[in-house]
């Protein structure tokens, strides 16, 4: 616990957003300190609103942080390519990725795709997963993490 809260380890995205579903805020909460003003509809302008950067590799973009009561957290992600052995994670609800540029390399428990531009799959999120970008250029994709109903 004091390693992550002093910055010397760095939490995953699936540890916040598990946290942020049993403490019932907006993962956005977490990782700003503070809630943003809620409302019936989220617009996120091209190259505003918030970018969470993870490991240096991952950065996360929230695409309706400001969403009131919302089913579903769609975030723009892009990895950076790396050697690294991919790290599996976990969360509650199902997921859907959309690739909108590069290559991903995407394992579900002992199963690994190859995905490419305009691949999509979506998926039990429970079941440990990783997403490792291919090739030399940053991999880009559409995440929708759907709630169980909550």
């Given at each position: 616990y004091l390693t992550y809260e002093s910055g010397d380890n760095d939490c995953s995205f699936s540890f916040l957003y598990?946290?942020?579903?049993?403490?019932?805020?907006?993962v956005s909460n977490i990782m700003r300190g503070h809630s943003p003003k809620l409302s019936a509809c989220s617009i996120v302008r091209s190259g505003k609103g918030l970018n969470i950067k993870k490991e240096n590799r991952y950065?996360?973009?929230?695409?309706?942080?400001?969403?009131?009561?919302?089913?579903?957290?769609?975030?723009?992600?892009?990895?950076?390519?790396?050697?690294?052995?991919?790290?599996?994670?976990?969360?509650?609800g199902q997921e859907f990725n959309y690739v909108t540029s590069g290559k991903m390399q995407f394992f579900?428990?002992?199963?690994?795709?190859?995905?490419?531009?305009?691949?999509?799959?979506?998926?039990?999120?429970?079941?440990?997963?990783?997403?490792?970008?291919?090739?030399?250029?940053?991999?880009k994709f559409v995440a929708v993490v759907i709630n169980n109903g909550k």
């Open positions: 598990n946290v942020a579903e049993i403490l019932e805020v907006d950065e996360y973009k929230p695409l309706a942080y400001t969403f009131k009561d919302k089913f579903a957290d769609p975030f723009l992600v892009t990895v950076e390519p790396d050697n690294d052995t991919p790290k599996f994670h976990s969360h509650d579900i428990d002992d199963i690994v795709y190859t995905l490419n531009k305009g691949d999509s799959v979506y998926f039990d999120a429970s079941i440990p997963h990783a997403e490792k970008c291919l090739g030399d250029k940053p991999l």
